[in-house]
């Protein structure tokens, strides 16, 4: 059974960092486009960056700078990179996968990031 699952979230101040985690399990990430999304309460799910199999990567722009994406195909994991973190940022992020042969894709249920004094 293939299985997505995140991690990392937490509650930081203004101006700090969190690392997330995307893990794959039953499949192996290869062949898969990996998206982070995020959604704030009363807000649309948006795509926040994306890394493709092959490993090119796209930025939302209000994130450009500050976020990295990027993963481990040996370990079956993505990773998001926050920094200089802004309330803004607060949202349950999700990550999402798709096979890039296939199109079968997969979510994980979301961690959870609140950026707050």
């Known amino acids: 059974q293939v299985q997505l699952v995140e991690s990392g979230g937490d509650l930081v101040e203004p101006g700090g960092s969190l690392n997330l985690s995307c893990s794959l399990s039953?499949?192996?990430?290869?062949?898969?486009?990996i998206t982070w999304l995020r959604q704030a309460p009363g807000h649309q799910r948006e795509d926040v960056a994306r890394i493709t199999a092959d490993g090119d990567t796209w930025y939302q722009d209000s994130v450009k700078g500050r976020f990295t994406i990027s993963k481990d195909n040996y370990k079956n994991t993505a990773y998001l990179q926050m920094h200089s973190l802004k309330p803004e940022d607060s949202a349950t992020y999700y990550c999402?996968?798709?096979?890039?042969?296939?199109?079968?894709?997969?979510w994980g249920p979301g961690t959870r990031v609140s950026v707050s004094s």
């Open positions: 999402n996968t798709v096979n890039k042969y296939v199109g079968n894709a997969y």
């Open positions: 039953g499949t192996t990430l290869n062949p898969y486009h």
